[in-house]
């Protein structure tokens, strides 16, 4: 059973928009923060946003300020990413992250005990 299921990636013009969800299964969420990754053709998997188990509290790299959203619904079981105003260099994989009882540690990705497969977005005209 995979614990963490990305759904919402696809392709997208530049200056559209992609939602992606991240479903947990087999454990809840209530306990773990939640994190979106990214990883490019030959670049390394980097952070984009997380979001806090305690507050709601959110982090985001300066690359996506303001572009994206990151938000979560735990009567549903899921953590969101919501992206507007894409361009070229977003195109990568996405995977979805939790950590339990953590926040952020975009920059340390083995704190995070659970990952999803990931889902592709692709920005381009």
């Known amino acids: 059973q995979v614990p963490l299921v990305e759904s919402g990636g696809g392709l997208v013009q530049p200056g559209g928009s992609l939602r992606l969800s991240c479903a947990a299964s087999?454990?809840?969420?209530?306990?773990?923060?939640g994190g979106w990754f990214r990883q490019a053709p030959g670049k390394e998997r980097e952070g984009v946003s997380a979001?806090?188990?305690?507050?709601?509290?959110?982090y985001y790299v300066d690359s996506v300020k303001g572009r994206f959203t990151i938000d979560r619904d735990n009567a549903e079981n899921t953590v969101y990413l919501q992206m507007n105003s894409l361009k070229p260099e977003d195109t990568a994989v996405y995977y979805c992250?939790?950590?339990?009882?953590?926040?952020?540690?975009?920059?340390?990705?083995?704190?995070?005990?659970?990952w999803g497969q990931g889902t592709q977005v692709t920005v381009s005209s």
């Open positions: 087999g454990f809840t969420l209530d306990y773990y923060g």
């Open positions: 992250a939790a950590i339990k009882y953590g926040f952020g540690f975009l920059y340390a990705p083995d704190r995070y005990d659970y």
């Open positions: 979001i806090s188990h305690r507050d709601g509290s959110t």
